[in-house]
């Protein structure tokens, strides 16, 4: 029993063991190889692998030593202070103190040949070592760039091909220099510097100067970011520019102003103006309200006096009317009066008539004889006006013609009094009856 457990557990040992183990060992055979990074595997033979990251190196623990270097690129600041190759117009030196801060980029080479030689004499050094040394390096050769090249080389963009290959290191035509470096900005497009023709004379001059240098570390130069160029001349410039920059805003800003204030005036002019236009309208309208109003009142003026004649002729017409209604009523009145005395008139004389064919002659002289006190001054006035002219013709003589004419006329008198007496006939009907 007990020879069964032993033995169970010394499986589960083996078997632990072994899933422990078999990763470890598989680890040291199989390095990782981390991105950035390059591995570099010496064998006991002499032979060396390299092993570029991300991936996996094959390693065997004690026939090959392996060391890693990384591939990131190294970025280097320059602060470099020397003088420019300025001459005259006569051909005497008139150096320019200049300090460029830049920032260099360096990267371990791509060649197998450049990883090693990185690895064992790059870095091989401290840390500290490693970038005193690029910086050395770096700045000897941009110190060297700056004694080949005019200030305004420095600040300009590009230079022409042949001026860069008369500045390059080893080049014999060092005079020449001086007559070439002139600010001209031209493309690189020969064969030689095709691939710096981006590139601005001082990168084009470092990259030369130092990529022999650079080589013999296993590292090469990838690119020159220039931060500041800084002289007495170029701060000069940059005030003058500056000035000129100022007066040159102070020139639009007045001329802004300016056309600002024209504004402002044209804008106020034209207010003014439809302030005018809407005083005059004002005034205008006003003018017109007033003749509206005098139009209005003279209408309402007009509008009253049609009212009052129209009542006076209303009121006229009323009146006009009333009189002639009256008049009417009064001849109507009159007319029946006189229709009723004519009519009384006719009745009596019908009565008198009929009385005197009822009497007889003897009642009519009896009446004429009653009525002679009233009847004989009635006669005698009428006998006084009457103007009779009498003409005799025929068979009865003048004064017979004379006599019946005034027994006519006392005849007439008599008829008229006797119906002018209301009474006489009245009476005359009672006497007869």
Request: charged share 25%; net charge negative; aromatic share 2%.
């Amino acid at each position: 029993m007990n020879s069964t457990i032993s033995a169970t557990a010394i499986v589960i040992g083996v078997v632990l063991g072994a899933l422990v183990l078999v990763p470890v060992i598989v680890a040291k055979f199989l390095r990782n190889v981390e991105a950035g990074e390059i591995r570099l595997v010496s064998w006991l033979s002499g032979g060396t692998l390299i092993y570029r990251g991300p991936g996996k190196s094959k390693e065997i623990p004690l026939l090959t030593t392996g060391t890693t270097i990384s591939s990131k690129v190294i970025n280097v600041d320059l602060d470099i202070t020397d003088q420019t190759a300025d001459i005259d117009e006569h051909g005497t030196p008139r150096p320019i103190k200049v300090r460029v801060l830049a920032s260099a980029i360096v990267s371990v080479g791509d060649s197998d040949v450049l990883i090693r030689t990185a690895a064992n004499r790059f870095f091989a050094k401290p840390d500290g070592d490693q970038m005193s040394t690029l910086t050395d390096l770096l700045s000897s050769s941009g110190r060297r760039a700056i004694n080949l090249l005019t200030h305004d080389q420095l600040f300009s963009a590009k230079a022409t091909p042949s001026a860069l290959r008369a500045l390059l290191p080893g080049s014999d035509s060092l005079p020449m220099v001086q007559q070439a470096a002139a600010p001209t900005a031209v493309h690189l497009h020969e064969p030689g510097i095709a691939e710096e023709d981006e590139d601005d004379p001082l990168s084009v001059i470092i990259r030369k100067a130092c990529s022999h240098e650079l080589t013999d570390l296993g590292l090469i130069f990838n690119s020159l970011n220039i931060k500041v160029v800084q002289s007495e001349v170029a701060e000069a410039r940059r005030r003058q520019s500056a000035a000129e920059a100022q007066a040159n805003a102070d020139i639009v800003a007045a001329m802004q102003a300016r056309r600002a204030k024209e504004a402002q005036l044209d804008a106020e002019r034209a207010i003014s103006d439809k302030t005018r236009e809407l005083e005059q309208t004002k005034a205008s309208n006003a003018a017109l309200v007033a003749q509206a109003e005098a139009k209005r009142q003279e209408a309402s003026g007009l509008q009253r006096t049609a009212e009052l004649d129209a009542t006076q002729i209303a009121q006229a017409k009323a009146d006009a009317a009333k009189v002639r209604l009256e008049a009417e009523a009064s001849a109507d009145a009159e007319a029946i009066k006189i229709r009723k005395v004519a009519d009384a008139t006719a009745e009596s004389i019908q009565k008198v008539n009929a009385a005197i064919q009822a009497g007889g002659e003897a009642y009519f002289r009896y009446r004429q004889i009653e009525m002679l006190p009233e009847i004989v001054p009635a006669i005698a006035n009428a006998l006084s006006q009457a103007k009779m002219v009498t003409i005799s013709g025929g068979e009865s003589s003048a004064p017979e013609t004379t006599t019946n004419n005034m027994v006519q006329v006392i005849q007439t008198v008599l008829a008229a009094q006797m119906v002018g007496k209301g009474g006489m006939l009245d009476r005359g009907d009672k006497d007869s009856k």
